[in-house]
């Protein structure tokens, strides 16, 4: 019987633009109205994060109206504020807190985020006058942060980082001091779009050497802002992965954000021979892209990510790797030493989990080399609690023929919560996963 998928879906919506939404809400204030925001895990704990600072945000729901007071609701909180497992929600509200005169707090996370490069952010920050404290291991969580009237950042990157240029435009919102960036590889732009949306005067210029200079001027009127959250492309790709891997059929997903600065595995999936069609393009929260997706099953060609490719997919690699194990031939991801301080160290979580399965694999310091194959995959993964990590294999457990066993299927609720019951959605046999291990 062939391997028939089908259906309509809308995927979680776009957890980066979830979480610069809501501290872009903190800080401005006016009516607010957010249609369609992440409910998930990570955007929950910047949510408390900024409701142990004062702000007046509202539970998480599928419309939201309000009156955000703004900055003037702002206080030292007297507990720590946990981030979780949220790296966006720890370094971004780095940024804000470290601006804002007055205010003093901890950051912390979980046993996860704890072990995530923190100076990334600090040092430019601290470069700019920030009073941030290690309290434990080095470049790592707890920080203490005692806000303060920054001088004007210039930062140049030598790595491509939407979170380092995020909080530092955030840092520069909070302080009324002038930014300017550059990244040697245009990354996502949300923090922009929305900057813009809401009145921020904020320019960016591309240069002849491929980089990009984002700057922001203080003193814009600031507004409120007013739209639809688009759907998460790095959410959706797990079930284009799906779709792409079956022998027939058609599926649409839809409200999917489209912002050029995410579509790169959009672009390296149709060069490989995928059939993949935008339909109804429109605008959602801050002028943020959005289309629906129709994506058919299609005879695909190995992969071969480049170091120029990775600061556009970086949250797409644990889906594309999944989709090279069921395409015949060699694949090769290299450039991509970034995972390894992820959620986890996701490249050696996949070259574990690949091994477990019988899947040929060589591990590098920044990437793998596996062969792909059509034979059933058996086996127990372990999901080393990274919510990609799980749906990457997920994928994987619902080609019909494998039989896999995922060790934390619950993990997936980080960024998608209805992963399981989206994944079973699509047609075909039943999800192989039985649960703990």
Not at 20 to 45: F, K, N, Q, V, Y
Request: a neutral charge; hydrophobic letters at 45%; one cysteine or more.
């Amino acid at each position: 019987m062939p391997d028939r998928v089908g259906g309509r879906w809308r995927v979680p919506s776009d957890k980066s633009i979830t979480h610069r939404a809501l501290l872009l809400a903190a800080a401005i204030p006016g009516r607010w109205s957010l249609e369609a925001p992440l409910r998930a895990a990570d955007t929950e704990s910047t949510a408390a994060t900024l409701r142990r600072l004062g702000s007046a945000l509202p539970s998480l729901a599928d419309r939201m109206e309000w009156v955000s007071p703004g900055w003037a609701a702002w206080r030292s909180p007297h507990d720590v504020l946990d981030c979780g497992n949220s790296g966006t929600t720890a370094r971004l509200v780095l940024g804000l807190l470290a601006g804002r005169p007055g205010i003093e707090a901890t950051l912390t996370g979980d046993a996860s985020l704890r072990r995530r490069p923190m100076r990334r952010v600090a040092e430019p920050l601290r470069g700019a006058g920030a009073d941030i404290e290690e309290l434990g291991e080095p470049d790592r969580l707890p920080l203490r942060v005692r806000g303060t009237a920054l001088r004007p950042i210039a930062y140049v990157s030598s790595v491509a980082s939407a979170q380092v240029k995020s909080a530092l435009l955030l840092a520069g919102l909070a302080s009324h001091a002038r930014v300017e960036v550059y990244e040697p590889t245009p990354t996502r732009d949300h923090t922009e779009r929305l900057l813009r949306a809401a009145g921020a005067r904020l320019t960016c210029e591309p240069d002849a050497r491929g980089g990009v200079r984002v700057a922001f001027e203080p003193g814009g009127a600031l507004q409120p802002l007013a739209g639809h959250v688009p759907g998460d492309l790095s959410s959706a790709m797990f079930l284009i992965v799906r779709a792409l891997l079956a022998d027939e059929g058609e599926v649409v997903l839809e409200d999917v954000g489209i912002n050029p600065t995410r579509t790169a595995a959009l672009q390296l999936l149709r060069r490989l021979g995928a059939d993949i069609e935008v339909r109804n393009p429109r605008d959602g929260l801050g002028h943020e892209p959005m289309a629906d997706l129709v994506v058919r099953p299609s005879a695909l060609r190995p992969l071969a990510i480049e170091p120029s490719d990775v600061p556009g997919l970086i949250d797409e690699l644990p889906a594309l790797v999944a989709l090279g194990v069921r395409v015949p031939g060699e694949h090769v991801l290299r450039g991509a030493a970034e995972l390894r301080v992820k959620e986890s160290d996701r490249l050696a979580a996949l070259a574990t989990n690949l091994r477990r399965l019988g899947v040929e694999v060589e591990e590098y310091s920044d990437g793998l080399r596996w062969q792909g194959t059509r034979r059933a995959l058996r086996g127990r993964v372990e999901a080393f609690g990274d919510h990609r990590i799980a749906m990457a294999f997920g994928v994987l457990a619902a080609v019909p023929g494998n039989d896999l066993c995922i060790d934390e299927p619950d993990v997936v609720a980080i960024s998608f919560p209805s992963f399981w019951e989206a994944l079973h959605g699509l047609g075909g046999p039943a999800v192989g996963v039985r649960g703990r291990a």
